[in-house]
């Protein structure tokens, strides 16, 4: 890679979803590389910071993520106008498990949207390591209806992980590209 070619970017991206469904696995596992079967519950935000090097159609960049973690209680309310401040991406999270955090999609979309406007964003379906009860054709087409890109992810082992954020690097980058 000639160093002229390296660029870099620093993304603010905010993981949103139901309390649960593995935001903060999934944070921890893209910066960290590790995974727990017990966090303590995220009180109001934490960020994470990682590096990853993107392959684009304008060559490969280096993105320097900033990933906002949420904790998705009520009772924090307040502090969401900070915690969506300055995002120019999202992944919104459910459960694969939970019928009722996919149920919730729609209103976590809508909040990114009234805050961040129309950012790029990936559906993650979060725990596919076990036994689903939100069936395939149900998650794709809500997917379809919402255009938006679609991944089943593991925190637990990793799957899909690294993955999602590199595609979602690559959204942006698109997206900001644009005349
Ligand atoms: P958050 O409230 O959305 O931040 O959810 P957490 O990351 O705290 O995860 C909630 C629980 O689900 C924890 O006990 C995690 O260990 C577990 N968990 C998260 N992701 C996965 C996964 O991909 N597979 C499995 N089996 N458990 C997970
Ligand atoms: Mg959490």
Known sequence: MQPENEY?????????????????????????????????????????VKTIEV?????????????????GQERFAHIRPLYYRGAIGSLCVYDVTNYESFEHLPSWIEEVEQYCG???????????????????????EFAI???????????????????VFADLARLIILSRSQV
């Open 118 to 140: 129309d950012i790029p964003m990936i559906l993650v379906g979060n725990k596919r390591d076990l036994p689903r009860s939100v069936p395939l054709e149900d998650a794709l």
């Open 145 to 163: 209806k919402r255009n938006l890109l679609y991944f089943e992810t593991s925190a637990k082992t990793g799957e899909n992980v690294n993955e």
């Open 55 to 71: 392959d684009t159609p304008f060559g490969r960049r280096l993105v320097k993520y900033q990933v906002w973690d949420q904790s």
């Open 8 to 48: 870099s970017y620093l993304f603010k991206v905010v993981v949103v979803g139901d309390g649960g469904v593995g935001k903060t696995s999934i944070t921890m596992r893209f910066s960290q590389g590790i995974f727990r079967e017990s966090y303590k519950m995220t009180i109001g935000v934490d960020f994470a």
